[in-house]
């Protein structure tokens, strides 16, 4: 249906785009046309003269003399409005149609805020898509000279333990994001004479409820260094009751884990996992070097964990756990060893503070039960550690170990630990970067059966490459 001339005049909007499009159009057939060379000074100046002999002043209206001619202009300018202002029914309703037809056709068209919208859910898709692919990787290499003057008792896989030098690990960090729901990390370690994945678990990202699952190998949430790797301790050796008590490489196996984080006023989180119970490196207090196979899932190592944090005040925190394990021993069908620990973290941090100094306390205790043949065998273990990191390219510590002995050499793990065994440590380490350390550490190891006690002495060097996440608290 067409429109009336006078409508498209009252819609001065139609008129004003027409117009736009117009000016467009000439400035770019202006722009196409090949320029003509700019006139001299003598050019533009003649042109001005004969334009001013030529120029005639515009016709005014005098309209004091004329006041008809007054009257005959109001009345040609005011027709047209008069014209405008009276619409009929029917075009009144042309117009409703070319509205509606209109706002149908926006309603169509994909607004640029969508178009935007759906473009960047495009690329974040396509961005996940390659870090997949693409996963953070690192190389993280420890290495020591130590000198001792007794034969050493290490007990840490990592730990140095023989004069001279010590290949502590190379180890190689993998980690990404498969998509929103898991995410995979994986620990692979590099020695003088082998290769081992130490971990490679997936983990969820999007339970409901504030769950999260783990399934693969990991090392177990039992205590709070258990769970840690060297790079990330502040002594260059475990402390002794970790080792006897879990293993050399800690506690760790195949298997799942659950964890939940509650609902509570203060930060409190809840872990329980399922395990193999064989490995002397990572089971050492249940079926050790002995695979005796699964036929129940009373054969399985099961480690539960809870947590608390509290933040006491601007600059202290607190955290405190309690851990415990549960598992079947090779001494005879049916017995079972029973392993309970509790840690506290004490740190003192000042807020905006520009060295970033800070003061941490961290204590750890187990008590192992153990049944055997016609026997129940008891012992505890501890160590307590002071961290002072000084600013950022100094930090000192020290540190002291305590573990009980069997006597009568009933243990049959550690038949010759029939005393109890103490040892001092203490710890300069200075920090070129973010990226190496270097760690001067001496100890007094005194095992109890020894004659004499054994000085340490050790140098350590860490240097790091590629993209490594954050450690927790």
């Not at 082998?194 to 190998?217: D, F, I, S, W």
């Not at 273990?381 to 510590?397: E, K, M, T």
């Not at 203490?426 to 190891?445: E, I, K, N, V």
Request: hydrophobic share 35%; charged share 20%.
């Amino acid at each position: 249906m067409m429109l009336q001339p006078h409508i498209l005049i009252k819609h001065k909007a139609v008129l004003w785009t027409l117009v736009l499009f117009a000016l467009l159009y000439s400035t770019q057939a202006q722009a196409q046309q090949p320029s003509e060379p700019a006139p001299d000074d003598e050019v533009i100046t003649r042109q001005l003269e004969e334009a001013d002999d030529n120029a005639t002043p515009p016709k005014q209206l005098d309209t004091q003399d004329n006041p008809a001619q007054e009257s005959e202009v109001t009345a040609e300018d005011s027709a047209p409005v008069q014209e405008e202002e009276e619409l009929s029914d029917e075009e009144l309703k042309a117009l409703e149609a070319a509205l509606a037809e209109d706002l149908e056709a926006q309603e169509d068209t994909p607004s640029l805020a969508t178009t935007a919208s759906t473009q960047g859910f495009s690329q974040s898709t396509m961005g996940r898509t390659l870090q997949s692919m693409n996963p953070d990787i690192s190389l993280i290499l420890d290495v020591a000279a130590a000198g001792f003057s007794n034969t050493p008792l290490q007990g840490g896989a990592h730990d140095p333990n023989q004069n001279g030098f010590n290949l502590q690990q190379l180890e190689m960090h993998i980690e990404s994001n498969v998509d929103p729901f898991f995410e995979l990390q994986a620990n692979i370690v590099f020695s003088q004479f082998g290769v081992e994945v130490e971990e490679a678990y997936a983990r969820t990202l999007a339970l409901p409820a504030n769950l999260q699952l783990k399934a693969g190998q990991f090392l177990t949430q039992m205590g709070r260094l258990n769970p840690t790797h060297p790079h990330s301790w502040s002594f260059l050796d475990q402390p002794l009751v970790n080792g006897k008590f879990l293993g050399g490489e800690g506690s760790r196996g195949l298997g799942m884990e659950v964890s939940y984080l509650t609902p509570l006023p203060w930060f409190v989180e809840l872990t329980a996992s399922s395990t193999m119970a064989t490995g002397a490196c990572c089971a050492r207090s249940f079926y050790g070097g002995q695979d005796l196979g699964v036929n129940s899932p009373t054969d399985l190592l099961y480690t539960t964990r809870m947590e608390h944090f509290f933040a006491l005040s601007d600059s202290f925190s607190l955290l405190w756990g309690t851990s415990a394990q549960f598992g079947p021993n090779p001494t005879g069908l049916g017995n079972r060893t029973e392993i309970y620990a509790t840690d506290l973290y004490l740190r003192w941090r000042p807020l905006n503070n520009p060295s970033r100094t800070s003061v941490s306390l961290q204590v750890e205790a187990m008590h192992r039960r153990r049944q055997t043949a016609g026997d129940i065998l008891v012992d505890n273990g501890g160590y307590g550690q002071l961290v002072w990191d000084i600013n950022f390219r100094h930090a000192l510590g020290v540190r002291y170990d305590f573990v009980e002995g069997i006597a009568g050499g009933l243990d049959t793990i550690d038949p010759e630990w029939t005393e109890n065994r103490q040892r001092a440590t203490a710890q300069w380490t200075f920090y070129p970067s973010h990226f190496s350390r270097l760690r001067l550490q001496a100890g007094y190891d005194n095992p109890g059966w020894y004659e004499r006690p054994i000085l340490i002495a050790m140098l350590g060097a860490e240097v790091l490459i590629g993209a490594h996440g954050a450690h927790g608290y």
